[in-house]
């Protein structure tokens, strides 16, 4: 396994692999990686020929106030875990090789996809992380790209950004790992104190029993909010960011129940901030 | 000389090409080719395997009340004076293939470079250009992508467009092609009555005159502008847009004239809008 921190050096890689036929799979992280990352570059390594992941802590998608500075990094123990899956390289470039001064180019799909829910607490998050996976996606040149279903609206946009930008590369998304109490994967999770660990297990808890719910029959929008939100209630220190219930496919609002729906949850644990969601189809 | 109208269908042949090892020159237009179009594509053919000429009149560059429906349009015309100059493809896509209705992605360049000159008098044109370049860089996926030196200001944001996002390819561009008498080819032109035809030429004239003033030793901006002015007021039906002069690495105003500049110029001949320019180094 190679170590790239130079984005042109990255690049050139790229493109010698590609000119010669090989496929190329991208896993773009954060790093501090945990099992749900690692489910993405196992289905890498079984899709491509070349399985290429990026640590970058993307400072553009991070607002002020934001935990940019304290997010968790571990690049030794990052590598070491790529290099029991097999990785082929890890791109772990530098901020400023990524941002030079004067930089100004960006990359933004609009319109209510990136307005609802993380985009209307985190306002520029999703300009930051289209634009830095499209710098991604040109230098690492992806036949295919992994992300995890946890970021469902990340991934969404993402899909319609390479849609309707016409990158030429497939989005693959990968379920989430949760670990055997039901918490969704995070490396946020590190945050949380023993009393807030316990408590944010409300969070995939309250999303089992909304799809239970809706199972038992259940088509009324603001019914399944209140009941996630009573259930969310029984812990004293959950605030609660959002409760959304959306058309799964483009984040359409939806006056009733049907077809396919994606329930989405953010909800903060002292300072920490964690987000979760199911797919219900009716 | 193939023609390929379907975005899938072009990908996918420069996909191909790509993994055999080929290099793909493109070169995008907005068709009614003229000899600087074919200039282009003449220095396509000679640095390239493989000349792609993209043809697409972009409405997202044109602002309201502009001739995106006027702007002449010739493909039958524009295919023989290709194959002609042995372009291999001709990519020529509908505009309800290039945007599908719900199309909300957008690549942008911002700050001076974008709201200067041309991005004063049209807003919201350099967006369309960024992003049709960048649909059209991902659908024929050039090692080389060939511009005009008379769109100075378009080829200086993308150059910055392709550096910052880190698009896989180069910038190439091609000097300003004129008529015998110093008008600069335009597709536009064709619009100009034969009385508009003729005072145009104050554009080109005026600017070989700003250049042999500041080689006489003129460093005053302003003057420079007014000499400018002065020239083109000779001209009863001309009605100045703008009259620039900015450092010709990013646009960048000049307290003095200095290093290498851009006199860059926008004038209305009826309701025919002219731009020129020229590079000048002191």
Redesign the interface.
Known sequence: MQTIQS?AEM?QW??IQ????RRIGLVPTMGYLHDGHLSLVRQARQECDLVVVSIFVNPMQFGVGEDFEEYPRDLTRDCALLEQEQADVVFAPAVKDMY?P??????????E?TTKMCGASRPGHFRGV??VV??LF??C?PDLAFFGQKDAQQAMILE??VR?????LKIVRVPIVREEDGLALSSRNVYLNPQERQEALVLSQSLQAARQLIMDGERDVEKVKDFIRNIIATSPGAQIDYIELNKAD?LASLPRIEGKVLIALAVKFGTTRLIDNLLVEV
Chains 1, 2 share one sequence.
Do not use: A, C, W
């Open positions: 984005v690049q790229s493109s590609k000119r010669s036929g030079p004067g930089y100004s180019s960006f990359v933004e799909v609009e319109g996809i289209t634009t499209s710098k040109h230098i040149q319609k950004m309707e930008l016409n990158f030429p483009d």
